[in-house]
């Protein structure tokens, strides 16, 4: 399985924060089955980074399609070559 992220630019009007509760359901739903590996949103610039493991572009895609915010973004998928963080690595030993 391969790792991609997903950049997101959305508009809002009023109707968008309406979707916002479904679409939080449909993501804790992909997070908790591991397809998503990270979530975030900046309001600020009106973005959305996801990083989503899938077997294809195409694949990642008809995930995001599926939601219910879908009609609001423009997104652009890459698939990544590394992928490190914290929430990756082994904590470190602790000696008591």
Partial sequence: M???QAIISF????D???LVPPHRTYI???????IIDTYAVSME???SWI???ANTKKEVEDYLDKSPLSKYWNYEIVELFVYDSQS???P???LN
């Fill in 45 to 47: 610039v009106q973005k």
């Fill in 16 to 18: 968008f924060m309406s």
């Fill in 28 to 34: 804790n739903y992909l997070l908790n089955k591991g």
């Fill in 51 to 53: 990083t989503i493991n």
């Fill in 92 to 94: 470190a030993v602790q």
């Fill in 11 to 14: 508009e809002m009007d009023e």
């Fill in 2 to 4: 391969k790792k991609f």
């Fill in 88 to 90: 990756t690595r082994l």
